[in-house]
């Protein structure tokens, strides 16, 4: 039997969790949280509290329960360096070094990177210590995206048409991240359609996962601000609807051309997800950025539908032989919405904003997969945080038919709640296949 060591604590890490131990091999698995999730310490032989930064309770946690390897979920503490730490007392993970994990930690690195390797896909970019010439470069291009360069917790990037109109808004805001962040990326703004492939890599070989696309606004019809996501669909061809075959296979192959340059670059291979947001253009398929770990919510979309042993999975990944895996994923669509706090995302004198601290009663969600994320479970039940609280995940063979059980799992969640009930529609799945038709007239 096999101890293998869960870093993280959110929705994600409940979907990783409930992936580890369906396995045939019969793990026991421990759990390293910054704070207590029901659904994880529920699937765990033991858990420990503690910061993602306390490296030394991670490593003697480890050490103690002879853990083979751990699957690390979140950015933090790959940010830290837990990889390389646990490494050091010969314990291997499932997510890069710090140093590779520059992938997503560092936007500028990952541009220079792709730049550099003569990758496609890239946009026209600067990156920028000061202010000095910025004025020029926005004068250079059409519409403009502002990017922080660092971890922001998936929010963190400023838009031209949703966040600032005029080139003098863009630079006031330039000014804002450089007082927090050493430096910033401005690039040009792609038109087209957003889509998430999370890929395994064992530093050689990458291997795709079902095609997702995230929600990250927080209310219906793409309106509101930026969240950490609010949901998440897939269908069960594991395409998208307004993508073309080859926008698949350009995104699958800019990654494995990362992959290579990570390890020409590093001299160590990336063993992980390679975790790529990708936006099919007029041109094909162009990179948005890179994550080091799965995407919450996407991996609530994917990890239940994996029929392959995910233990097994994570081996190949640590010994580099992925290749010799045959890894393969249900056809089925899946509809994951997540269920928030009322005041969620908006300003904190917002008569809703009191919604984070009270108490929610979950009923009986039947069909539907239920991860929890950021809840607090005390005595005398489960209580809201300022955070996303419930990834409910509906699984069936047709879109309709999964949005469905995760719409009516929702309706189960009782108390000061809100959710996206857009999510999966026709509606809005037309509105992103008329807007790829208008960009790109040779549409199929």
């Given at each position: 039997?096999?101890?293998?060591?869960l870093?993280?604590?959110?929705a994600?890490?409940?979907?990783?969790?409930?992936?580890?131990?369906?396995?045939?091999?019969?793990?026991?698995?421990?759990?390293?949280?910054?704070?207590?999730?029901?659904?994880?310490?529920?699937?765990?032989?033991?858990?420990?509290?503690?910061?993602y930064?306390?490296?030394?309770?991670?490593?003697?946690?480890?050490?103690?329960?002879?853990?083979?390897?751990?699957?690390?979920?979140?950015?933090?503490?790959?940010?830290?360096?837990?990889?390389?730490?646990?490494?050091?007392?010969?314990?291997?993970?499932?997510?890069?070094?710090?140093?590779?994990?520059?992938?997503?930690?560092?936007?500028?690195?990952?541009?220079?990177?792709?730049?550099?390797?003569?990758?496609?896909?890239?946009?026209?970019?600067?990156?920028?210590?000061?202010?000095?010439?910025?004025?020029?470069?926005?004068?250079?291009?059409?519409?403009?995206?502002?990017?922080?360069?660092?971890?922001?917790?998936?929010?963190?990037v400023?838009?031209?048409?949703?966040?600032?109109?005029?080139?003098?808004?863009?630079?006031?805001?330039?000014?804002?991240?450089?007082?927090?962040?050493?430096?910033?990326?401005?690039?040009?703004?792609?038109?087209?359609?957003e889509?998430?492939?999370?890929?395994l890599?064992?530093?050689?070989?990458?291997?795709?996962t079902?095609?997702?696309?995230?929600?990250?606004?927080?209310?219906?019809?793409?309106?509101?601000?930026?969240?950490?996501?609010m949901?998440?669909?897939?269908?069960?061809?594991?395409?998208?609807?307004?993508?073309?075959?080859?926008?698949?296979?350009?995104?699958?192959?800019?990654?494995?051309?990362?992959?290579?340059?990570?390890?020409?670059?590093?001299?160590?291979?990336?063993?992980?997800?390679?975790?790529?947001?990708?936006?099919?253009?007029?041109?094909?398929?162009?990179?948005?950025?890179?994550?080091?770990?799965?995407?919450?919510?996407?991996?609530?979309?994917?990890?239940?539908?994996?029929?392959?042993?995910?233990?097994?999975?994570?081996?190949?990944?640590?010994?580099?032989?992925?290749?010799?895996?045959?890894?393969?994923?249900?056809?089925?669509?899946?509809?994951?919405?997540?269920?928030?706090?009322?005041?969620?995302?908006l300003?904190?004198?917002?008569p809703?904003?009191?919604?984070?601290?009270?108490?929610?009663?979950?009923?009986?969600?039947?069909?539907?997969?239920?991860?929890?994320?950021?809840?607090?479970?005390?005595?005398?039940?489960?209580?809201?945080?300022?955070?996303?609280?419930?990834?409910?995940?509906?699984?069936?063979?047709?879109?309709?038919?999964?949005?469905?059980?995760?719409?009516?799992?929702?309706?189960?969640i009782?108390?000061?709640?809100?959710?996206?009930?857009?999510?999966?529609t026709?509606?809005?799945?037309?509105?992103?296949?008329?807007?790829?038709k208008?960009?790109?007239?040779?549409?199929?």
């Open positions: 039997m096999s101890n293998i060591l870093i993280g604590n959110g994600r890490e409940h979907a990783l969790a409930e992936t580890i131990t369906r396995s045939q091999q019969k793990p026991k698995l421990f759990s390293f949280m910054k704070s207590n999730n029901p659904g994880i310490a529920s699937l765990s032989a033991k858990t420990m509290l503690g910061n930064s306390s490296l030394d309770a991670i490593t003697g946690f480890a050490a103690e329960n002879k853990i083979e390897f751990a699957v690390i979920g979140p950015e933090d503490p790959l940010n830290n360096g837990v990889v390389d730490a646990l490494a050091k007392i010969n314990i291997p993970s499932v997510g890069p070094t710090k140093s590779l994990a520059r992938l997503e930690t560092s936007k500028s690195f990952t541009r220079n990177l792709v730049k550099k390797y003569n990758i496609p896909g890239n946009p026209r970019f600067q990156i920028f210590t000061t202010t000095n010439g910025i004025r020029a470069f926005l004068n250079e291009i059409e519409r403009a995206v502002l990017k922080p360069d660092g971890l922001t917790g998936g929010k963190g400023l838009v031209q048409g949703d966040h600032f109109a005029t080139k003098d808004e863009a630079l006031n805001l330039c000014e804002q991240i450089l007082s927090n962040f050493s430096s910033l990326i401005v690039e040009e703004k792609f038109d087209g359609e889509f998430s492939l999370q890929c890599c064992d530093g050689k070989t990458v291997v795709s079902p095609l997702v696309q995230d929600h990250k606004r927080r209310f219906d019809g793409d309106k509101g601000p930026n969240t950490g996501g949901g998440s669909y897939s269908l069960a061809d594991h395409s998208m609807p307004f993508l073309k075959p080859q926008d698949l296979q350009e995104g699958l192959e800019i990654t494995r051309q990362v992959a290579a340059a990570l390890l020409k670059e590093t001299g160590s291979p990336y063993r992980g997800i390679m975790y790529g947001g990708f936006i099919a253009t007029k041109d094909g398929a162009k990179l948005l950025e890179y994550n080091a770990r799965f995407g919450d919510p996407e991996a609530m979309n994917i990890l239940p539908l994996l029929k392959t042993d995910f233990v097994e999975v994570c081996r190949h990944i640590i010994a580099g032989t992925l290749d010799k895996l045959k890894i393969e994923f249900e056809n089925k669509a899946t509809v994951c919405k997540y269920v928030v706090p009322k005041g969620y995302g300003p904190a004198d917002h809703d904003a009191a919604s984070s601290k009270a108490k929610i009663e979950v009923g009986n969600v039947e069909k539907a997969r239920l991860y929890y994320s950021s809840v607090d479970q005390k005595e005398d039940g489960l209580y809201l945080s300022s955070s996303r609280a419930i990834g409910i995940v509906g699984i069936a063979d047709n879109l309709q038919e999964a949005r469905k059980i995760a719409e009516e799992a929702v309706m189960a009782k108390g000061p709640v809100a959710y996206r009930a857009d999510i999966g026709d509606e809005l799945i037309q509105k992103r296949i008329d807007h790829m208008n960009i790109r007239k040779d549409y199929r």
